[in-house]
């Protein structure tokens, strides 16, 4: 399942900046990031608890966690020329939805792979801020071998 | 594919009232409903182009539009007694976040569906205000079929 015809304009010009610069990605990409971060820390917590009850929650990720994710994983090119810390975190949302709307990734397929990069106490606010970074970093490594070289 | 373990509990107490006021649902539910739309939106704006170029965009459901389509929808019932619009949008949220993990219908689903209802001018907000509340209420009738009868 895709949505290829969303895309076709940055698959016939398929470069980093024309995928990680493009506004109208970046908004559709907001939502992907807060879904598939929610359904990853509530079954992360989840399957955390001693009771075996649900723990079902949401988080905004904030900017700042996604800028710092871009960074760490050498993806700065994606980004305009001197981007701050807002514009790296829209290039973040801009690429996962170009992966999503490729169909490249489902959500599960995200949620999955932040599941498996979540450790440690994420009810604790600062501890959360490093985990949840370093899951963005190793989701944006996963995705790429689906993204242009330069 | 679902995510049925997150949501025990209201499977076992399945009720129109756990379901509708679950805060951590209407969380999830927030991510679901602006990436539903979003991808809708730009689906209907990119098909209406006539020079077949690609129209991205995102948009934040607001508040008053949800809590009118649950109105509109006839299922106030899921929400507390007394709820004001906030409320009544947050279960919106929750119904739908429910039907997402429950698994009865996935993103694609949900953006078919609401494709389906839209019409008119999105790019006037007024009359995008009245369209996208017709077309919550829409999926809201869809999906009354997994969910309690009280």
Same mark, same amino acid.
């Given at each position: ?5 969303? +895309?076709?304009?940055?698959? !016939? ?8 610069? =493009? !506004?109208?990605?970046?908004? +559709?990409?907001?939502? +992907? ?27 905004? $990720? ?8 871009? !960074? ?17 975190? =829209? ?23 932040? $599941? ?14 490093? +985990? ?10 996963? $995705? !790429? ?6």
């Amino acid at each position: 399942m895709s949505y290829d015809f969303l +895309i076709t304009d940055l698959k !016939k010009n398929f470069s980093q900046k024309a995928i990680g610069t =493009d !506004k109208g990605l970046a908004k +559709i990409g907001d939502a +992907i990031v807060n879904l598939s971060y929610s359904v990853a820390k509530s079954i992360y917590l989840t399957k955390k608890q001693l009771n075996a009850s649900c723990y079902r929650t949401g988080s905004k $990720v904030s900017k700042k966690i996604l800028a710092g994710a871009l !960074k760490e994983a050498n993806m700065k090119s994606f980004s305009k020329n001197r981007a701050d810390a807002h514009d790296m975190a =829209d290039t973040v949302e801009a690429i996962l939805a170009f992966v999503w709307l490729s169909g490249k990734m489902s959500i599960q397929d995200m949620v999955n792979s932040l $599941v498996d990069s979540l450790s440690g106490d994420l009810t604790n606010y600062k501890e959360e801020i490093e +985990i949840s970074r370093k899951a963005f970093v190793d989701l944006l490594n996963q $995705v !790429k071998k689906y993204l242009p070289d330069k």
